[in-house]
């Protein structure tokens, strides 16, 4: 059964921290996204990479970097957390069907 | 840029049918998806179509395609509380590239 696996369901962090969200994939996909979800403004693609050591900004990539390692691993980086990056972040592989993992719900105080 | 839209909501009785439209504006769109998210979940593929299709049937799902219009639509039939969901479309190019998505449709079930 194919698995996109995050780290972490739930963190809370405060302004200014770092904070590393991991995303792993079993299905040795070349393509790994980060998304973030908000309340009315859908799905909106962070960064994304093609292969490893690859990054290509998405639509809203202000804020955040990633590191690609390792094909099975694709991490979200914010250098200084503020509060309005408390939101749903979404990691996603594919290589044809799209497949999401549950989701990190990140709340800066 | 591309761009994605459906409506935020719909309500239906259950036992009804449902129908969730969608429009986009890429017209080099390849591939159309709908997925489907359960509270507290991450999104699920529930089907696609591609652009060279016009219809696509999976059970209690029908998934309709005018290209001309650049419009898709779900239908659900008889739909049941277990239906209940936020419902997204989303497009892409081919397959590797990311997708674009709606905001999402959220389907209320009405018993």
């Known amino acids: 059964d194919v698995k996109v696996t995050q780290s972490s369901r739930y963190l809370v962090k405060r302004t200014g921290e770092k904070v590393f969200l991991e995303c792993v994939q079993d299905?040795?996909?070349?393509?790994m996204f980060w998304y973030r979800q908000d309340p009315g403004l859908g799905l909106r693609l962070i960064y994304f990479?093609?292969?490893?050591?690859?990054?290509e900004k998405g639509d809203i990539p202000e804020g955040y970097s990633v590191s690609r390692e390792k094909k099975e691993r694709f991490s979200l980086i914010l250098e200084s957390a503020s509060t309005n990056q408390t939101s749903m972040y979404l990691c996603?592989?594919?290589?044809?069907?799209?497949?999401f993992g549950e989701g990190s719900r990140l709340t800066v105080l | 840029g591309e761009d994605v839209e459906q409506s935020l909501f719909l309500s239906v009785r259950e036992g009804d049918s449902s129908v969730i439209n969608c429009t986009y504006t890429d017209s080099s769109s390849t591939y159309l998806y709908w997925y489907k998210q359960e509270p507290g979940a991450g999104l699920q593929l529930l089907t696609y179509i591609f652009s060279n299709m016009d219809m696509k049937q999976d059970q209690r799902l029908t998934v309709l395609l005018n290209k001309k219009d650049k419009h898709l639509s779900l239908r659900i039939a008889d739909t049941q509380t277990g239906d209940s969901a936020i419902y997204f479309c989303?497009?892409?190019?081919?397959?590797?590239?990311?997708?674009?998505f709606g905001k999402g449709t959220r389907l209320s079930v009405i018993a």
């Open positions: 990479s093609y292969d490893v050591k690859m990054k």
């Open positions: 299905m040795d996909h070349e393509n």
């Open positions: 996603a592989s594919r290589q044809g069907e799209l497949f």
């Open positions: 989303a497009e892409s190019f081919s397959g590797n590239t990311p997708l674009v």
